[in-house]
């Protein structure tokens, strides 16, 4: 199992040129991925894409950038341009966000998500593998496009699905899910039983946890619920908190000494998780050092 660290989970308050000190920090750590929110901040494949021309080895995916503001011909090409700027290590992480953003904030319609996420995809994934498309859908209409870009051998698109509809689509269309608030019970129970139910018996399974190295266990789950309060309030993310047992986003994180979060990474690990995404929580002085250096000594082990 991989094992990564996501940058901007509660927010991404840092200058660029801290973000790229993170992405580098990440790389030096030992850790095989970042990940990097696309929020209300800074465009996560531009910012990861920075990374990239300054890292090395260590791969990059978003986590997630939405899809409705942004048509798939352009997004594709975005991508293509990262995976080709950084040796062909870039992830493609998408979602449809929150009816509360879509809707609500940018004005656009949220009135059939799986269709238009259907459509995306129709229209993405053949652009990503270097073919032409022609659509023609309810949500996209597309003829005869192909992106010509080159140095692009390889790009994974994994999609936020959660849902058993989007789960069924996503095994389908794409290669993966990036998960978020879904606990070890779930992802055990719900998420890969369902993939494989859908005929896909090797997706890349990211689960996106928030984390912290620390003996101060209580006051550390404090302050992760109030940092991720919101997450727990998103319908998609509530579902999974309630499918879990889980009254907030502090219910499921990872928090202890070495030996408690070793034994929950690896029991991700065992159950056939793909790719451990560590939201290392910096709830007090040296937390986020701490556990980033620890998450590093998992992978010299």
């Given amino acids: ?4 660290a996501m940058i901007g989970a509660d927010g991404t308050k840092s200058s660029i040129d801290a973000v790229v000190q993170l992405g580098k920090d990440i790389e030096s750590a030992g850790l095989d991925h970042v990940w990097l929110a696309n929020i209300f901040s800074y465009d996560a494949i531009t910012a990861l894409t920075l990374i990239g021309r300054e890292t090395e080895r260590v791969r990059l995916g978003t986590a997630v950038t939405p899809t409705y503001p942004r048509h798939p011909t352009a997004l594709a090409q975005q991508a293509m341009t990262a995976a080709a700027a950084t040796n062909n290590r870039f992830t493609l992480g998408i979602g449809l966000s929150h009816k509360v953003v879509i809707e609500d904030m940018f004005g656009l319609s949220y009135a059939a998500p799986a269709k238009h996420m259907r459509e995306y995809l129709s229209v993405l994934m053949p652009l990503i593998r270097g073919e032409a498309v022609s ?33 069924k689509l996503t095994a389908e269309l794409a290669d993966g899910t990036n998960t978020w608030m879904v606990g070890p019970k779930t992802m055990e129970e719900h998420i890969i039983p369902s993939f494989n139910a859908a005929g896909r018996a090797d997706p890349e399974i990211v689960a996106g946890m928030p984390i912290v190295l620390t003996t101060k266990v209580d006051a550390a789950k404090e302050a992760i619920a109030q940092q991720l309060t919101v997450y727990g309030q998103l319908p998609s993310y509530r579902a999974m908190l309630d499918r879990e047992g889980a009254a907030g986003p502090a219910d499921i994180a990872i928090v202890g000494d070495e030996n408690q979060l070793r034994g929950q990474i690896k029991r991700f690990e065992d159950m056939g998780v793909s790719d451990f995404n560590a939201a290392i929580m910096n709830v007090e002085d040296g937390a986020y050092e701490r556990t980033l250096e620890f998450l590093g000594s998992l992978k010299g082990a």
């Avoid at 199992?1 to 990564?4: A, K, T, V």
Wanted: glycine share 14%.
């Fill in 1 to 4: 199992m991989r094992i990564g």
């Fill in 135 to 167: 659509h023609n859908g309810e949500h996209f209409r597309v003829n005869g496009v192909a992106l010509d870009i080159p140095g692009v051998e390889s790009l994974p698109v994994v999609v936020a699905a959660l849902g058993p509809q989007m789960i």
